[in-house]
Structure formats: structure tokens, C-alpha cells
């Protein structure tokens, strides 16, 4: 049953997806050719935060156009919190086909390779902490009042994206990072599993006490 | 008869509107309908059955089971109809079926196929290229493929041109066929109710005004018919909804015995189910157009 919610919220926006996806080759490929010293972490990175984010917005904007379905899906024998966790799993499937792409590419194109592990790592804990937010946000006040949220986001993830990067280098020296590089990406791992949870059933709860109109 | 749905004491409250110790029961075996104005608060009576919409008080039991506690082995033995069928336009026939199979236990594939043949819809079609009639089609094709006991279905006439209200109408004679099971069914259009419905429910304002077997309550009214000058205050208190004009007047009365009495030239009607809707509406809202 989760499967198909999930199945479900790809379906609603397979236009979408197969434009992000085209995106998601491109975009690092062309990279290449504008900004070969950062090609590969700003390829990476960019692609995965938009290729998330847009694609849940649509989700969240489709949801809004047809409210009366998950009406119907709550009047049918499908638990709320599957309804919740379907769009948690959605965006970390998106997450892992950003990977996954990426990896493709880089093995096709030299130029990419210069994104090592921890990049993959730190990049799932910001998503975490942003969805971590976002999403009970969404659940608590909707698509309309949230959609500001998404819009800073969007306009921020540059600037955001190029302190990391400072943050990065100034790490790649930094002693504390040499000697415990496993033990903090294990950290951040955890981190970001430990928020998706707590989320995932902040949002529960908030959805189960919506009034389904 | 068993009760196969029973609301008691149901009350929710919005900013501009209420749900006022809602209480009335379905038995088995029957159509019911539920009557009302638009903004009655069937929709809320509704969802608040489903537990879509959380209740401030009352109590909800289908099948003998409290909802509050046995929500999904109630929702197991559920059909549900929504007004406009409640699907992802973007999604195919196919697409959504298989979502809303996934929740049932004993989804009947081979029932499903039987619908779609029989009302000439194809699987591979997307959603919002169906028409509205076969949208309503479609929702009952998903709706009775999984051995429902009891369909509720939200205005599912709504809309739809008489032919397939009809063949909507043929369809629930037929799934009543099988026994032991029941439909409640909200609608405005009581011409519908005229036709198949056993028992009826109306709520009008948030508070339940009758529950009765149809029968019984249309012979519990008549039409009146009669000369203007037969018509005084004393006359006027036998009446709940009167209209009158230069020649004479039109009225509904309860109160049949007395008004023959009163009034032996009169004429008396049987009246239609909207009749009785509409002068049991309280307040501003009625219109004196019979």
C-alpha cells in the first residue's frame, strides 16, 4: 500500500519528472563546459536540491488542485501516516536517483569525479533539515502558506551553497576532521535519519487531526 | 432488522456552522436517503461518519463496531462514492484502481473488469478525459469491486443527466439484491429518492429534523388545494408552507384528518418527497413555490 502512494505521487507529476530528469544530465555536462573547476560539487548538489524540492512542489501543487483525492484516500482503508510517510520516501527516492545519475555521470565524464563521499552525506543531512521542517509546515498551514518557504529557499540555495563550499575547504584542513572523518559522517548520517523520523511523525500527527474537506 | 450504521449524539462545530446532536440509524437491507439544502451539513454528517473530519462529541458504530476504534476493519467492508469521484486527473484508469485495490483485503479483480465492460470504460483512459457520468461510472466500478456491505455515497447524482441516473439507480437495486447489505446516499435531488429509497433521513441546519420509512412519510402528508375564501387564521395553523395567489391557495398540511374536516371541497395531494423537504426547512430559506 505505501508502495503505491509512492508510485502514486511519481505518477501525478511523471511530466515533471522526466523534465528534472533532463535536467539532472544536463545540467552537470554543461558544468563542465562553464564552470569546470566546481562542475562536479555544484552539478551535484544543485541538481539534487532542485530536483527534490521542485518535484515536491508539484506534488504539493497537484495535491492542492484535486483535495477531494486524499479525501478518498483516507475514506478507504489507507492509514493517514501512509499517506505522511509516502511523500518522506518520495523525496529520499529522489535523493538516491540524484545519486545514482550523478554516478553514472561522473563515471562517464572524468571532470565530475572530483565529489568524494562526504559530500553525498553532508548534502542528505541539509535535505534532511529541510524537509524536517518543511514538511510539518506544509501538513500544519498547506501548499498556499508554504510556498514562500520554497521560493526563499530557492533564491537562497546559492548563496547557501557557496558559503558551504568556504566551509568545506576550511574542513578538508581542519585536524578534528582528518581524525574522525568516519565517525562524522556517521554522525551526520544518524543526524539526518533521526530528523526525517522525528518529522515524519510530527507530520503524522498533524495530518491525522486534519479536517479532510 | 439490524442497525448496520448508527450515529448518536453526533456535534462538531465550525466558525459559521454546527452539527447539533446528530442521531439517526440505517438498518440493514435498506436504501436510506439523506435529504437536505445545500449547507445543510450532509457533506460534514458524512465525512464525519468516515472520520475524515474530527467530531467534538458522539458516538459512530457500523457494523456493531465503534469507528472511533475499528476504523479500518470498518473501512474494509466500506464502498465509497464522492461527489466527482475524488481521483488524480493526471492518473489512468488502471493507475488509480490499482492504489485503491492495494487497500482492500478482498478486492475482486474479476468484479472490476465486469464494471468496466459493462459500462464501456477503457482501463488505459486517463481520468480527466472521462465525462462526469462516467467519472460516477468509474467510482461505483471501484466502489463494489470489493464485496462492500454498506456503499455511502456523497450527492452521487449530482450533475448527472437522468439516463445515467437511472442506470446509477438500476445499479444499487442490484447490489441490494444480495441482502444483508445497505446504502446511504446523500443527495438534493429527491426525485431519485422517489424512486428507490426505503427510508429517509433529513437534516436540515445542522440538526437532524425526521428519520422515517418514505412510505409512511409521504402518506403522512398531502398537497392542499382550495379557494381563497376558505382560508382563515385558524385554517392557516393545519398548514406548514402556504402559498397564495388572487384565486386561491397552496399549502402542505400534516394535519390531513383535521384539514378535510375543516375544509370538505378542498383538494389533496400526494405530495413528492421536495415537498416535504422543502416545509420542513426552517426559517428564510423556504421557498413558497408549490
Redesign the interface.
Given at each position: 500500500?505505501l508502495?503505491?502512494?509512492v508510485?502514486?505521487d511519481f505518477?501525478?507529476v511523471?511530466k515533471y519528472i522526466l523534465l528534472m530528469l533532463a535536467v539532472c544530465i544536463i545540467f552537470p555536462v554543461f558544468l563542465i563546459w562553464s564552470a569546470p573547476e566546481n562542475a562536479g560539487i555544484l552539478g551535484f548538489v544543485l541538481m539534487t536540491v532542485f530536483s527534490i524540492f521542485m518535484l515536491l512542489q508539484y506534488v504539493s501543487l497537484?495535491e492542492t488542485q484535486?483535495p477531494?483525492?486524499s479525501?478518498?484516500?483516507?475514506?478507504?482503508?489507507?492509514?493517514r501516516k501512509y499517506v505522511v510517510l509516502s511523500k518522506y520516501i518520495f523525496c529520499i527516492l529522489i535523493y538516491f536517483a540524484c545519486c545514482l545519475i550523478f554516478g553514472i555521470e561522473s563515471f562517464l565524464f572524468p571532470q565530475l569525479r572530483f565529489v568524494k563521499f562526504e559530500i553525498p552525506v553532508f548534502l542528505f543531512l541539509a535535505v534532511s533539515l529541510v524537509l524536517g521542517v518543511y514538511l510539518p509546515l506544509q501538513y500544519k498551514l498547506g501548499y498556499e502558506k508554504t510556498k514562500l518557504f520554497f521560493i526563499v529557499l530557492i533564491m537562497a540555495s546559492p548563496f547557501v551553497f557557496a558559503q558551504s563550499l568556504k566551509m568545506k575547504y576550511s574542513l578538508d584542513e581542519s585536524l578534528l576532521w582528518q581524525e574522525y572523518r568516519v565517525i562524522m559522517l556517521a554522525g551526520s548520517f544518524i543526524i539526518s535519519v533521526l530528523v526525517l523520523l522525528v518529522s515524519s511523525a510530527i507530520s503524522i500527527r498533524i495530518y491525522k487531526?486534519a479536517?479532510?474537506? | 432488522m439490524e442497525n448496520i450504521l448508527e450515529v448518536k449524539g453526533l456535534n462538531k462545530t465550525y466558525r459559521n456552522f454546527s452539527l447539533q446532536d446528530v442521531s439517526f440509524s440505517l438498518p440493514e437491507g435498506c436504501i436510506t436517503g439523506f435529504i437536505g439544502i445545500n449547507g445543510a451539513g450532509k457533506?460534514t454528517t458524512l465525512?464525519s461518519i468516515?472520520a475524515?473530519?474530527?467530531k467534538a462529541s458522539g458516538e459512530i458504530r457500523i457494523f456493531g463496531m465503534d469507528m472511533a476504534t475499528n476504523?479500518?476493519e470498518i473501512?474494509?467492508r466500506?464502498g465509497?462514492v464522492?461527489?466527482?469521484?475524488?481521483?488524480?486527473?493526471?492518473?489512468s484508469l488502471t493507475?488509480m484502481k490499482?492504489?485503491?485495490a492495494?487497500?482492500?483485503k478482498s478486492w475482486d479483480e474479476n468484479e472490476y473488469k465486469k464494471y468496466l465492460d459493462r459500462f464501456f470504460l477503457n482501463p488505459k483512459q486517463r481520468i480527466n478525459t472521462l465525462s462526469k457520468g462516467m467519472r460516477m461510472k468509474y467510482a461505483l466500478a471501484l466502489a463494489l469491486s470489493h464485496k462492500a456491505e454498506l456503499l455511502i455515497m456523497d450527492e452521487p447524482t449530482s450533475g448527472l443527466d437522468p439516463l445515467i441516473r437511472c442506470q446509477l439507480l438500476e445499479i444499487l437495486k442490484e447490489f441490494m439484491e444480495k441482502g444483508g447489505r445497505g446504502v446511504f446516499f446523500s443527495t438534493h435531488i429527491t426525485s431519485d429518492l422517489d424512486k428507490i429509497a426505503d427510508m429517509l433521513v433529513m437534516i436540515d441546519s445542522g440538526r437532524i429534523i425526521f428519520q422515517q420509512d418514505k412510505d409512511i412519510l409521504l402518506d403522512s402528508y398531502r398537497i392542499v388545494k382550495g379557494d381563497r375564501k376558505d382560508f382563515n387564521t385558524n385554517i392557516e395553523k393545519l398548514f406548514m408552507n402556504v402559498n397564495q395567489t388572487a384565486f386561491g391557495f397552496t399549502a402542505i398540511t400534516k394535519r390531513v384528518d383535521e384539514v378535510r374536516k375543516a375544509m370538505p371541497d378542498s383538494i389533496m395531494e400526494r405530495p413528492a418527497i421536495e415537498d416535504i423537504m422543502i416545509c420542513n426547512i426552517k426559517g428564510e430559506k423556504k421557498c413558497y413555490c408549490n
Open positions: 500500500m508502495l503505491q502512494l508510485k502514486k505518477l501525478i511523471k497537484k484535486y477531494k483525492a479525501t478518498l484516500l483516507c475514506a478507504l482503508p489507507i492509514s487531526e479536517d479532510l474537506s | 457533506t465525512r468516515l475524515l473530519t474530527p476504523e479500518k473501512k474494509q466500506l465509497i464522492l461527489d466527482d469521484g475524488g481521483f488524480y486527473d493526471e492518473l493507475e490499482d492504489m485503491v492495494s487497500a482492500y
